[in-house]
Each structure stands twice: as C-alpha cells, then as structure tokens.
C-alpha cells in the first residue's frame, strides 16, 4: 500500500513566522514530489514540485527532499493570512500515471 | 487560471442514478487523469486517459468509467450511485505521463452530492 502520511494539524504561526509542512511516504520509487495548496471549497492549486534531493526556492516557498528519509517538506517564509489553507503533499506512483496524496495539513496563520 | 474547465460544478443526484462528469483540458495536454476527493480527505486518483486510452487506474469499482475524445476533452461517468460518492471530482491535465520536470493542473472541480 503507497502512502503519503502527513500531520492534519492545525499548524497555527504568527503572521511573520516561518511555516514548516512535513510530508513522509512509503513509495521508495516515487520520482516526484508535489506540493498543493487549497482554499476551502477550492480546487487544489499547485505551489511547487521537486524532484532532486536538496532545496527548491521558488520566492517565498521552499520545498526540501530527502529521499534516503523518504522526507519532503515545505517552508513557507513570511507567513502571510492569506496562507491560511491547507496544504497537500502529492507522490508521483505508478511508473508517472498517478499522484498519491497525503490528507493534508491545515495552516492558520494569525494577524 | 491553469486552462482546465470542468462541467458542471455544483449538481445533485439521487442513490441509484447516474452522472456524467465533463473536461477540457489545457491547450496542448493531451493526458487527462481524474480524481475523487472526500470531504476531509486528499485526492485519490480514479484513473488516466492517455491519447484515448485508459492509461491506468486507481481503486475504484468498474461502475467508474470513461472516456477521452479525440480532442483531449473527458468525460468521467458513475452508475448506480452511492451516497458515499459525494465528494469533489477533479480534472487534471497534463502533456504525458508525469516525470521530472512535468506536472498536472487541476480544474474548479465538480461537486457531487448523492441524497
């Protein structure tokens, strides 16, 4: 059974704070690693994706993988209330047919 | 805006009948993959298209079909419907299968709910 494990939350930060979103999976052949975010009663909105062990910066998100961990996580600097959503975590499976996603975890950032 | 119109967005149904889903996907993409996402819960893929074929498919019973058209558009249908298909159905397009450097763009979605 693949599987995408992440904290539901809530992660509650101060507006200003660095948000961390953690994210494990099962899959040691996952290629790519994707990271949504989504508003309430929104479709999920891809932030960032990643492929290679290391940091990816993309302005103020900055996505990391660990593959020997089988860890990717997701910075959010500056924190903002408009980041007030939840966050999904998505494993390419099945040879690049599928995305498996974890359940998500919802950041609350406060004013 | 990632290109991707769903059709409709919002409908209800009765247990027992049956839905027809629709997707344009964006220019240029000519895979199309379609996923079930529950109140609470992350997506879960139901299958992919791929130049009109069934391309790979998630856990889902066969009463969860499709089809792809010639121009990369998509239909999802579900018969005898159960009150747990409730749920958020998202498009998704992209151009081949997922790799490094390829990714898919979700739809609106459509929201179904079975009473």
């Known amino acids: 059974q693949k599987e995408v494990e992440q904290n539901s939350g809530p992660l509650s930060v101060p507006e200003g704070a660095i948000a961390s979103l953690n994210c494990t999976y099962s899959?040691?052949?996952?290629?790519?690693f994707f990271w949504y975010r989504q508003y309430s009663g929104k479709s999920p909105e891809l932030i960032m994706f990643?492929?290679?062990?290391g940091d990816k910066e993309d302005g103020r998100f900055t996505a990391q993988l660990n593959k020997a961990s089988q860890y990717v996580s997701l910075l959010i600097r500056d924190s903002q209330p408009s980041d007030s959503a939840t966050y999904l975590c998505a494993v390419n499976h099945q040879a690049g047919t599928a995305l498996i996603f974890g359940k998500g975890t919802t950041l609350s950032v406060s004013s | 805006e990632t290109g991707v119109t769903q059709s409709p967005t919002h409908l209800i149904k009765t247990r027992g009948q049956q839905v027809t889903l629709r997707c344009s996907s964006q220019s240029g993409h000519n895979t199309v993959s379609w996923y079930q996402q529950a109140l609470g819960q992350g997506p879960q893929f139901i299958f992919q298209?791929?130049?009109?074929?069934?391309?790979g498919r998630g856990n889902f019973p066969p009463r969860f079909s499709g089809l792809q058209f010639p121009n990369y558009s998509s239909e999802l249908n579900v018969n005898a419907l159960e009150l747990d298909d409730s749920a958020l159905y998202l498009c998704?397009?992209?151009?081949?299968?997922?790799?490094?450097?390829?990714?898919?763009?979700f739809g609106e979605g459509s929201w179904l709910t079975v009473v």
């Open positions: 298209y791929y130049r009109e074929e069934e391309n």
């Open positions: 990643i492929y290679s062990n």
């Open positions: 998704a397009s992209s151009y081949g299968s997922l790799g490094t450097g390829n990714t898919i763009y």
């Open positions: 899959d040691r052949g996952s290629q790519s």
